[in-house]
């Protein structure tokens, strides 16, 4: 007996996004508005410098990494997995570009070397849950010690510097007054949002994350879509590797990139992405971001140590995950 239907059937049983749930999610999307005006209200009475232009544009930029590298975190926590490895990962691509960038006659091909070095660590991740079906968070809670300690290598474990760096304008120019970094995080979510909203790939990556063992048996080759949505994360980690180098002039395989991907599993948590997979949009992700950059933000402007700016984190990170399993047992799921 054939264990797979007609394409249009496929189609048809892929469509775990109805409109209701459409519905349900740009609610949940509108829902956290009031949030980050309520953080800016309360910032700015507490501190007049939050509340300036310059303060803005510092906020943004701060939020662009986080968005690329939350962008890809969408991509895997749809299909109900985790990406430990993203702030590693990163670490390592901006080593790679920094390095290359020093090759005489080759400085522009540092953004390749990132952008490579981010695509090749995501793939062997991907690989080893999609084939070898080991678990997402074992595999990339080793990738995350594993790239940590091959981006101290690739720097002999000292910080790499060039002052010269020749896509330094990522981090530091503008374009029509608007930051780089704004920009390209900014066409990140947009390519983001049309595959997953506008392409079977996206209705395919959101039916596994509801239901993988469904999925599968409507043809849906879950492995690829594994493969695919690991080797993007690791792709826009290394972009934000890119990005990072470009507006520091430097890496540090030690210190780059720490805790990073807590703040991209918040801004994900955070925009309404269910940690159970299936339910989740880009957009949403983008003002999880946004909070994320502003509370670390406000904090700062308020002398809150570091120590308590983790503690805070923690805190949002646990409080976003127990409104996600409200929202899920409101809604049948578990």
Known sequence: MADSVSEPTVAAR?????????????????????????????????????????????????????????????????????DLSVGSILAASAMGALLMSKVAGFGMLGILAGLGT???????????????????????????????????????????????????FIGNGTLFGVSWLVIIALVVVLVSWFILRRTVLGTRIYAV??????????????????????????????????MSAARLYAANGLQLGQSYELDAIAAVILGGTSFTGGIGSIWGTLIGALIIAILTNGLVLSGVSDIWQFIVKGLVIIG??????????????T
Request: hydrophobic share 50%.
């Open 14 to 82: 892929q469509e775990t996004i109805s409109n209701k749930q459409r519905v349900r999610t740009a609610i949940q999307v509108l829902g956290m508005l009031p949030v980050l005006v309520v953080l800016c209200i309360g910032f700015g009475l507490e501190n007049e410098r939050f509340v300036s232009l310059t303060n803005a544009s510092i906020v943004l930029q701060q939020a662009a990494i986080n968005t690329v590298l939350a962008a890809g975190m969408t991509f895997v926590i749809l299909t109900a997995g985790i």
């Open 118 to 168: 981010g695509l090749g660590f995501g793939l062997i991740n991907g690989l080893l849950i999609s084939v070898v079906r080991l678990p997402p968070f074992i595999v990339t809670l080793g990738s995350l010690t594993a790239v940590r300690g091959i981006a101290r290598l690739m720097g002999s474990d000292t910080t790499i510097f060039n002052p010269d760096l020749p896509f330094a």
């Open 209 to 242: 994350g509801g239901n993988p063992d469904a999925a599968r048996l409507t043809g849906i080759k879950v492995g690829g879509i594994l493969l695919f949505v690991y080797a993007t994360s690791g792709f826009l980690a290394g972009l934000g590797g890119v």
């Open 320 to 333: 976003a995950v127990a409104l996600d399993r409200y929202r899920l047992s409101q809604n049948g799921r």
